[in-house]
Structures are given as structure tokens and as C-alpha cells.
């Protein structure tokens, strides 16, 4: 399989993934601002599921953009990270409707974490996939994100034990990393780590 097929595949599934997370909005009759009021937890819980999608996708473009070739590690990898992807506007949809509720959010950080986690592995099939020379692996081998999120993650998933909107609240720190390029998240990196481990 060619990588343009790959991307193809995969901004196909993107993009029906978003339209179910519209369609999932149900517009109320009544032409008033209360009724949209009343929906408003909908519309925030598909605000930052949309962001958090944009945002890795664009990653997922860079990432492929800088590979030079993939094979069937990276395809079954990239299916698990899509897997995962897919399940995105149920959660959305459940916990927009039940913000304040346990489980919804529990469930609602477990798949964006499991998200996570997959295009973490993608990124380590891309590196082997890759001469360890090539610029991709160059690139990829030095950010950490993938990392940070998952601790961030798992601090979230422990926090919705106790406050439960933190599952949503937290969504919005971990898009906030991955707005950045690679080189300027591995320039911010080397910043941070210059500050605690200085010689």
C-alpha cells in the first residue's frame, strides 16, 4: 500500500467522523436563545472533541508528510489509531448530554486516552519504518508529546473520580500541545528541560 492511499483512507474517516459529530446536535424547534442555552453541554462537548480531531489530524499529516515510506506495521497501527477515533462522537454524544456524570466522562477520557496512547504507537512504527537516519525518525525520536499526554491522561482519568467535568476540561490541554509543529514543540522542549536540568 501506497502512503497516499494510507492518508486518503485515513482523511476519509476523519472527515465522516466529524459529520457524525455535527449530526449529533440536535437543533432545537423553538427560535430562542434559552433553547439554545439548553443544549449548550452538547455543543461544548462537540466544540472540544472537533479541536482535539482538527488538531491530531493536522499532526497525522505532518507525520505522513515527513515520512518517506510506510509498511504493514504502520497500516495496522494506523487502523488502531482510527479504531479509537471512531468511537470519539459516541462518547462526545454521551457526555454531552450527561456533563456532570461519572461515567460518561470516564468513558469519554478512556477513548481519548486509548487515542493517544495508538497515535503513539503510529509514531514508533513511522520511526521503524524509517531509516533511523531519515528526517521523520530524526523528528519523531525527539518529541515527547505522545508522553506527555498520556501522563496528562492519566491524571485526568483519576481526577473524573472526583470531578467528573475534568475529563472534558482536561481535552483541552492535551489539544493545547499538539498545536505546535514538531520542530516547535521539540524547541519548547528543550527549553523546559534546559530549566530543570541545567549543568
Not at 68 to 84: C, G, R
Not at 126 to 150: E, W
Request: aromatic share 16%; with cysteine.
Amino acid at each position: 500500500m501506497t502512503k497516499a492511499r494510507l492518508e486518503a483512507f485515513t482523511d476519509g474517516v476523519v472527515a465522516i467522523v466529524l459529520t457524525v459529530l455535527v449530526l449529533d446536535i440536535q437543533i432545537p424547534d423553538s427560535p430562542s436563545l434559552y433553547s439554545i442555552l439548553n443544549i449548550s453541554n452538547t455543543l461544548l462537548a462537540y466544540t472540544v472533541s472537533f479541536i482535539f480531531v482538527a488538531v491530531i489530524w493536522v499532526n497525522h499529516h505532518r507525520m505522513m508528510q515527513m515520512a518517506e515510506k510506510i509498511n504493514y506495521s504502520v497500516i495496522w497501527a494506523n487502523i488502531f489509531w482510527l479504531f479509537w477515533l471512531t468511537l470519539c462522537p459516541a462518547v462526545t454524544s454521551w457526555v454531552g448530554r450527561n456533563p456532570n456524570r461519572f461515567w460518561p466522562e470516564f468513558f469519554y477520557v478512556v477513548v481519548y486516552m486509548m487515542w493517544s496512547f495508538s497515535y503513539g504507537v503510529l509514531s514508533k512504527r513511522v520511526v521503524k519504518a524509517n531509516d533511523p537516519n531519515s528526517h521523520v525518525a530524526i523528528v519523531l525520536s525527539r518529541d515527547r508529546r505522545s508522553q506527555i499526554s498520556m501522563i496528562i491522561n492519566l491524571i485526568i482519568l483519576v481526577g473524573v473520580f472526583f470531578y467528573p467535568p475534568l475529563g472534558m476540561i482536561g481535552r483541552f490541554f492535551v489539544s493545547a500541545i499538539w498545536i505546535v509543529s514538531y520542530r516547535t514543540a521539540n524547541k519548547y522542549f528543550q527549553k523546559v528541560r534546559g530549566l530543570f536540568f541545567k549543568s
